[in-house]
């Protein structure tokens, strides 16, 4: 079990890394920045180190030395490493802020496809804290975990190279020193942290969205006296998360805290076989002093390791959250190979349809037929829960159909591009998403294009000129969130306006009165007479109250069957 979930995480982590594989060559180059600029200053201590004793035993001495190539190595190393760094930082936050938006991307492209049922089965909250909290923690495999690893991999080798030239039993234990800090703690950190990481990361999802949740019902909440109580449980998982954090926090610090150790213990350990050297007239002072440095600098690029295996912890139960989702495949694929074309005017047959939502759900739909002539208007009644909205989904393409087929001109349905079928049909909801934008943009969705002497056509047409005359900044007006600045009325109104901008054969009508008073429902009927003439309607409701003048037709849906209603 255990072996499992080791090798998921390292595939998780080849993953992040392979979505990354776009930005090769400026990782490539990030990298040779960040190890020129490491190098360059582990070497100039241990320059420095063999310069300056070098001069000293000189003085001392009385000799003389030649001191302007060793100071001209110098001056060459501080400029490498200050135009190193600049330009590691520089290259790799740019690759960093790239790959983040090409990977939001990359999520948004595999949700596109998803029906609204599956994304909603996550809620809003969640959505979009994968799409920007496990995101954004994605940049750590790069920037704190991949980097310093590789860095390590490549850099320590050498030190270890040129320090083995000097002193073999000093790079042993340089080398030694650096597996117990760099590998052994590490793993150690990592142990220790895994199950508290990834706690972390999916208790910090769920917090969102309580909060996400409790800031849309505060309403409601205020309303039966829960305002309180929601906070309090707030309050409770925030300080969970505290107490996760600090967990966190010291496992990391015990592990990055003991590497100056490692550090240190590796310096003296080098100073101790270097004076034994030194003794024997193996080595050189200078060289000894020089050895000592660049055991204690090449622990630079060990110190970021304990972090790294604690981050990707964390960053690895993020890539998993994100990859969870990135996989779901759409339950209704896209056409397969050229698509024959929609028809422009068409007619709709529902022939022994049988839907369900799961393998264990209830069917909804069992052997439903129903026939909709072009330019006819049906209506389907049913009381709640019967099926109505299952059977707009099932058309839209939005849910799969188990058994029988939906016809479209005599064309079968499944064997058209869904996309391309979904821009025939318009659909006025109970429940029309009215953008956070003005009155304008709100109906420009359903035709960016649309000349002004169209957006007046179909404000006339649902009957919308007076409430639109009233406003301050007529169609400039703002709506506000959810359409908070207008009404129930006057939202069912943008929607028809919508619909009729886009001006499509087929419209989908599901309760387009519910929920309004008996007069707004009447003065509605108008912009509804307007909207569904000459077009290919099927109409859901509960009850028709009202909306017969609509239809030509009626059909009541009975235990996911379709009834003739006289
Ligand atoms: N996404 C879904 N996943 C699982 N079950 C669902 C889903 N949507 C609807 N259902 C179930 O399918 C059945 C039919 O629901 P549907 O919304 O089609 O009924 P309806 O007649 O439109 O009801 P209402 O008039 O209240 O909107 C219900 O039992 C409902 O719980």
């Not at 030194?278 to 390791?305: R, T, Y």
Request: aromatic content about 6%; charged content about 15%; proline content about 5%.
């Amino acid at each position: 079990m255990k072996a499992r979930h080791e090798t998921s995480s390292w595939s998780l982590f080849w993953r992040v890394i392979g979505l990354l594989w776009p930005y090769k060559r400026w990782i490539a180059l990030g990298l040779f920045c960040s190890l020129a600029a490491s190098l360059s200053g582990i070497a100039l201590l241990a320059v420095s180190g063999w310069f300056l004793s070098s001069m000293a035993l000189a003085g001392v001495a009385g000799a003389t030395m030649n001191y302007f190539t060793p100071s001209a190595i110098i001056r060459g190393l501080a400029l490498v490493r200050i135009s190193g760094r600049y330009a590691e930082r520089l290259i790799n936050h740019d690759v960093t802020l790239r790959a983040l938006a090409g990977l939001r991307l990359w999520l948004y492209d595999r949700l596109w496809p998803l029906s609204p049922g599956q994304t909603a089965m996550l809620g809003h909250s969640q959505l979009f804290s994968r799409m920007r909290a496990d995101i954004d923690r994605l940049e750590h495999v790069y920037l704190a975990v991949f980097m310093p690893a590789v860095m390590a991999l490549i850099g320590f080798p050498l030190i270890l190279w040129v320090t083995a030239g000097y002193l073999g039993a000093a790079a042993m234990a340089t080398g030694l020193m650096a597996l117990l800090a760099g590998v052994v703690l590490p793993l150690w950190a990592q142990r220790r942290s895994r199950a508290t990481g990834e706690a972390l990361v999916s208790a910090e999802a769920g917090l969102r969205q309580q909060v996400g949740d409790i800031i849309l019902g505060a309403a409601e909440l205020e309303l039966y006296g829960q305002s309180a109580a929601a906070a309090a449980r707030v309050e409770a998982l925030s300080r969970q998360q505290e107490d996760r954090k600090a967990r966190l926090d010291s496992v990391q610090s015990a592990g990055s805290g003991l590497v100056p150790w490692a550090a240190a213990t590796a310096t003296a350990w080098t100073l101790w076989l270097g004076a034994g050297a030194l003794g024997v007239g193996h080595l050189a002072g200078p060289d000894v002093a020089m050895l000592c440095l660049l055991a204690m600098g090449g622990f630079e690029l060990i110190g970021p390791l304990p972090e790294a295996m604690s981050q990707l912890v964390a960053s690895l139960a993020a890539a998993r959250r994100v990859f969870e989702l990135a996989d779901q495949s759409p339950r209704i694929p896209a056409a397969s190979g050229a698509a024959p074309g929609v028809p422009a005017r068409p007619s709709i047959r529902f022939e022994h349809v049988a839907m369900r939502y799961g393998d264990h759900s209830p069917p909804v739909l069992t052997d439903f037929d129903l026939e909709l002539p072009a330019g006819r208007r049906v209506a389907l009644l049913g009381p709640s829960g019967a099926g109505k909205s299952s059977v707009l989904q099932v058309l839209l393409r939005f849910e799969p159909i188990q058994q029988g087929r939906i016809v479209i001109d005599g064309l079968d349905l499944a064997a058209l591009d869904p996309e391309a079928w979904r821009s025939r049909v318009s659909v006025v909801e109970q429940r029309t998403h009215i953008f956070n934008a003005s009155l304008r943009d709100n109906l420009l969705i359903a035709r960016p294009g649309a000349s002004e002497a169209q957006l007046q056509a179909a404000l006339d047409g649902a009957q919308l000129q007076g409430f639109v005359a009233g406003l301050p900044e007529g169609l400039e007006t703002w709506l506000g969130e959810g359409g908070a600045l207008i009404s129930g009325g006057e939202g069912r109104r943008v929607a028809i306006a919508r619909a009729l901008l886009a001006d499509r054969p087929v419209l989908l009508l599901d309760e387009p009165t519910e929920g309004l008073d008996p007069a707004t429902a009447q003065s509605l009927l108008g912009a509804l007479e307007t909207l569904t003439r000459g077009r290919t309607v099927l109409l859901i409701s509960h009850q028709l109250a009202g909306l017969q003048q609509l239809v030509e037709a009626r059909y009541r849906l009975e235990r996911g069957r379709c009834v003739a209603l006289s």
